[in-house]
């Protein structure tokens, strides 16, 4: 079992940034691939960003590409998003989801565990 926490979010006119954290425990944080999805109202789930378990390769969402950077320290077993250049249509909750294996991945089916998200308002 991998419990997450993120943390971070909230409120922030358009052109900021925020830096959203997750935290996680139990099974070993470092050996798992990590990613980023956000939710925003009547929409579907979509992924933002991933990061092997290693932290050698980061992939991200074409409309993050440049704004968001994703990066890890298995040594505090957080992950991190940085979001830079925030717009309104980047408004929705925003999850933290651990793989069950090393390598990243763009579908939410590969991801076993879920925080429980933190808001992130982005205003006009």
């Known amino acids: 079992q991998v419990q997450l926490v993120e943390s971070g979010g909230g409120l922030v006119q358009a052109g900021g940034s925020l830096r959203l954290s997750c935290a996680a425990s139990?099974?070993?944080?470092?050996?798992?691939?990590m990613g980023w999805f956000r939710q925003a109202p009547g929409k579907e789930r979509e992924f933002v960003a991933s990061?092997?378990?290693?932290?050698?390769?980061?992939y991200y969402a074409d409309s993050m590409k440049g704004r968001f950077t994703i990066s890890r320290d298995n040594a505090k077993n957080t992950v991190y998003l940085q979001m830079n250049s925030l717009k309104p249509e980047d408004t929705a909750v925003y999850y933290c989801?651990?793989?069950?294996?090393?390598?990243?991945?763009?579908?939410?089916?590969?991801?076993?565990?879920w925080g429980q998200g933190t808001q992130v308002t982005v205003s006009s």
């Open positions: 989801a651990a793989s069950g294996g090393r390598w990243s991945s763009y579908y939410l089916s590969d991801y076993t565990y």
């Open positions: 139990g099974r070993t944080f470092s050996s798992l691939a």
């Open positions: 990061l092997n378990w290693n932290g050698g390769s980061a």
